[in-house]
């Protein structure tokens, strides 16, 4: 019908529908409403469309293409559903808000409640797996708390993290938030812990109560460097220990002395005998037979001789006790391998002996005392050299290269007789020895000149096949050096 000049036509027209409008007129799945959304979009053109260009209505096209922007907007909020619940369930992960729950949404169709059910699921899993993070968590803190270690840990900046209350105890220490406040206990204790590196450890006497041993581990938390300490009173354990090594050097000590002592106490009395009844009054004086001058002499060279051991075997102890402190310096090993190659050829060579040497890397270094290592290389290749008198194989290896933790070490390496296991527990026993002649005192010499180096003297050994000692110097006794 057309309108006339004049006249005006009063048209009107139903709100956008929203969503929920849609919800409720009873769509049952989230394709359905799409697809009705999209055909009142087309419906909505069409009109458009008609009214503008049968009717020439200006006016009404313009409000149908409002509507039409609106149920444009209705289509897209309606299709970004989906979108929106990926988002809150990612910001619940993201946030760690387990507290979110997904409806069925039985209305927009079954791939909607399939979602809804996974999503609650992983809140759920996430949920689960946090309580138990939390009680894992729980359970570390006071296991921490209980153990007789002392644990404290600190960030790269030095701040503590954690720290237990064996660790408070042993240091006590008020208001210790920082490490760099372990320098109120001991200043050489904060040193010690600041140079210490990853894997390596110390012991420091604090006073007469407390002798710590320190041990380091590094590890990464939230990017952040961190370090773990552990503290141990290891007093009673130097003790125990001290008192078995003097009841040692006590058994070794009566059992040195009595051998002397007996032979002499027995042939001292022996010749007390020979005097009382062979000796006969002459008139020029006294008189003993040959028999007995020769018995008297002989005796006499004995308690001379057993008398000379003794004093000997005095001597070697007062050196094992009086080693003095190195005066360490840095010393290239190669160098080193040089002067002891010329110090034993000779006697190698009379003992047709080969002795070869292997650095790795070659510019190695070690800071050590070079007259006290010198010491020791010789005895152990002595050592070596005297236990393959019967080998075929006359070669005596000497290696230098770094451990697995970069600590410089030395080996030396013999195909002699080799040591049993009972003996390798024993031989750095002062005065214990395994061979025939000698003090037994120079391995323990040189265990504790190792010692005096922050470092330490070890052997292994495959009886018949090889022997190998190893000189491992500590992370203040060498260095790496291409």
């Known amino acids: 019908m057309a309108i006339l000049p ?8 139903p709100d956008p529908p929203s969503t929920e409008d849609w919800n409720v007129m009873g769509f049952k799945s989230f394709a359905f409403g799409i697809v009705i959304r999209v055909l009142l979009v087309i419906l909505i053109i069409h009109l458009a469309m008609y009214f503008y260009i049968r009717e020439n209505a200006l006016l ?25 619940k990926i988002t809150r369930f990612l910001d619940s992960i993201r946030y760690s808000d387990f507290s979110s729950s997904f ?7 079954r791939s909607f409640m399939e979602m809804n059910l996974s999503f609650n699921e992983v809140i759920k899993a996430f949920k689960k797996t946090r309580a138990e993070k939390e009680e894992q968590m729980l359970f570390l803190q006071i296991m921490i708390q209980h153990i ?8 790269s900046g030095g701040k503590i993290g954690v720290i237990n209350g064996a660790a408070k105890q042993l240091l006590q220490i008020p208001q210790f938030k920082d490490i760099h406040d372990l320098g109120k206990r001991s200043e050489d204790l904060l040193k010690m812990v600041l140079e210490l590196q990853p894997g390596g450890s110390f012991s420091m006497k604090i006073n007469a109560d407390l002798h710590l041993n320190v041990q380091s581990a590094a590890f990464k938390m939230d990017g952040q460097s961190w370090t773990l300490l ?20 006590t058994k070794v000590l009566r059992h040195e002395i009595m051998n002397s002592m007996t032979p002499i106490a027995s042939l001292a009395n022996s010749l007390g005998t020979i005097l009382e009844e062979d000796l006969e009054e002459v008139p020029s004086g006294l008189m003993i037979n040959k028999d007995s001058f020769l018995d008297l002499s002989e005796g006499l060279e004995t308690i001379s001789k057993r008398s000379s051991g003794l004093v000997d075997f005095v001597n070697a102890y007062r050196d094992y006790t009086n080693i003095p402190n190195p005066h360490p310096k840095r010393l290239r090993v190669s160098k080193l391998f040089e002067n002891i190659c010329i110090l034993m050829k000779e006697e190698l060579t009379k003992s047709e002996l080969i002795l070869k040497s292997s650095i ?39 290696t230098a290269c770094s451990d697995q933790h970069g600590h410089p070490i030395i080996q030396v390496t013999d ?45 292994t050994s495959v009886p018949g096949e090889r022997t190998t000692f190893t000189l491992l110097f500590g992370t203040s006794g060498g260095l790496s050096k291409i």
């Open 6 to 13: 004049g006249q005006q036509r009063n048209w009107v027209l």
């Open 60 to 84: 009404l096209g313009f409000v149908f293409s409002l509507i039409l922007v609106f149920q444009t907007i209705n289509l897209i909020a309606y299709s970004n559903t989906t979108n929106r």
């Open 103 to 109: 409806t069925k949404d039985s209305k927009l169709g």
């Open 148 to 155: 007789n270690t002392g644990i404290l840990s600190f960030e």
């Open 230 to 249: 552990s503290f141990q009173n290891i007093r009673s354990e130097l003790q125990k220990n001290e008192l078995k090594a003097w009841q040692n050097l």
């Open 360 to 398: 790795q890397p070659p510019g190695l270094e070690i800071i050590a005392d070079k007259e006290m290592i010198q010491m020791i290389l010789i005895n152990l290749i002595k050592n070596a050299s005297e236990a393959m008198e019967k080998a075929t194989n006359r070669t005596i290896q000497l």
């Open 415 to 459: 195909h002699g007789d080799g040591i049993v296991a009972e003996a390798l527990e024993r031989i750095f026993v002062p005065f214990y020895t395994t061979k025939k002649t000698g003090s037994g005192i120079g391995l323990a010499i040189s265990r504790q000149i190792m010692n005096l180096h922050q470092g330490s003297l070890e052997v």
